[in-house]
């Protein structure tokens, strides 16, 4: 059974276009790349998956039943930005996920902390923007859920972080589970991931396997990215 799937899905802003016919899916024990420049319509897609907008037309069925309120509950979800309390301390979050999501496993949360050198009696005011990031990150992957999404996880976090936050993800991420992960740092994470999907002015252009894709094309996914979408 798919996990998520797209179908015909199309979302329009009065005159704009923002999704045009959309059909993807997604298996477990993948990690897909959600690539495209920016306008390309890839957070108005995720944002249609976590029920934060409404289709114009078409259906997203999360294990084969319409997006709602059982989908939110196994749907883990990184947004591009903070939404944390900025007067909370760390174990604050840590009580609220656990209390709000019966998936949260706190001490996986605790253990990732200590991994990624960030302390429970912190206040998110104090942390700089690649600490809040490793943070929601934390949040995210210690949720025991079917279907993560991750939007721009490590735009701020330095190289040798980022490192480290991929192989936390790989080694935190459930083979029955999939992971849709969006991002412009394509170098650096494509290693991780089993399936590209490009989007450009709305439409999936593209849809492959990482591995297929690189011996078809002749090159890494960032060049054949490049080439594509000429940047």
Do not use: W
């Not at 990150?137 to 991750?150: F, P």
């Not at 993800?169 to 590209?196: C, G, K, M, Y």
């Not at 591995?211 to 090159?219: H, I, M």
């Amino acid at each position: 059974m798919n996990i998520l799937t797209c179908n015909n899905l199309t979302k329009r802003f009065d005159k704009t276009l923002a999704l045009d016919s959309v059909n993807i899916a997604t298996e477990p024990g993948k990690i897909y790349g959600l690539l495209g420049k920016n306008g390309a319509g890839k957070t108005t897609l995720i944002k249609l998956i976590n029920g934060l907008l409404t289709p114009t037309a078409g259906e997203i069925l999360f294990k084969n039943e319409p997006i709602g309120v059982e989908s939110k509950k196994r749907i883990s979800y990184l947004p591009e930005r903070t939404y944390l309390d900025r007067d909370m301390t760390v174990e604050k979050v840590f009580d609220y996920f656990a209390d709000f999501y019966e998936n949260f496993d706190r001490p996986k949360a605790e253990r990732l902390l200590a991994d990624l050198d960030l302390e429970k009696s912190m206040k998110i005011s104090k942390m700089s923007k690649g600490m809040q990031e490793k943070l929601q990150l934390i949040l995210v992957m210690s949720r025991d859920a079917d279907l993560y999404i991750l939007d721009e996880p490590l735009g701020g976090v330095d190289p040798a972080t980022r490192e480290y936050i991929l192989d936390t993800i790989l080694q935190n991420f459930s083979e029955n589970a999939s992971l849709i992960i969006s991002t412009h740092i394509i170098a650096d994470i494509e290693r991780i991931l089993d399936e590209v999907i490009f989007i450009d002015n709305g439409k999936v252009v593209l849809h492959s396997a990482a591995d297929a894709l690189r011996e078809t094309e002749g090159g890494s996914i960032d060049d054949i990215f490049r080439r594509r979408f000429k940047c």
